[in-house]
C-alpha cells in the first residue's frame, strides 16, 4: 500500500498538478489539472471537460503519471497509477459538486485514478 504523506497532501491541494497519458500506440500527451485532488489514501481523482486527447488516451490505455511540483521549493512528486473514466454515480456526483464550489462548470466527465506508486521528483 502506498503511503500518502502530509505534503503529499499539501502540494496537491496548492499545487497545478499535470497528467501524462500514452495512446495505444505509445504517443505521449500531458495535461494540467486543476481540479485534481485526493479522494482517499489509494484514490486521486478530477474533473475533465475539455481534454479530449487526455480521455482518449485513458480509454485505449488507462496506465498515468500525475506530477505535482512546488517549483520554489523544489519538491515534488510523480504518482503513479490506473485511471477510469467516470461518467454517472457518487464519485461523479462528488467531484461535480465540488466543481460548483468552485464555481467552475459541471463536468462531463471525472477521472479517477487508483494510486499504485509515488516517486519523489
Known amino acids: 500500500m502506498v503511503t500518502i ?38 484514490t486521486l481523482a478530477y474533473a475533465e471537460s475539455r481534454g479530449e486527447q487526455t480521455l482518449r488516451n485513458i480509454l485505449e490505455n488507462p496506465r498515468v503519471v500525475v506530477m505535482v511540483i512546488n517549483r520554489e521549493k523544489s519538491e515534488g512528486y510523480r504518482i503513479y497509477g490506473t485511471a477510469e473514466l467516470l461518467t454517472s454515480g457518487d464519485l461523479f456526483e462528488r467531484v461535480a459538486a465540488r466543481q460548483e464550489q468552485r464555481k467552475k462548470p459541471r463536468p462531463r466527465n471525472v477521472v479517477r485514478i487508483k494510486i499504485e506508486n509515488i516517486n519523489q521528483v
Open 5 to 42: 504523506t502530509p505534503a503529499m497532501k499539501t502540494l496537491l491541494d496548492t499545487q497545478l498538478a499535470v497528467i501524462a497519458t500514452a495512446s495505444k500506440d505509445g504517443v505521449p500527451n500531458l495535461g494540467p489539472k486543476g481540479s485534481m485532488h485526493l479522494i482517499d489514501d489509494a
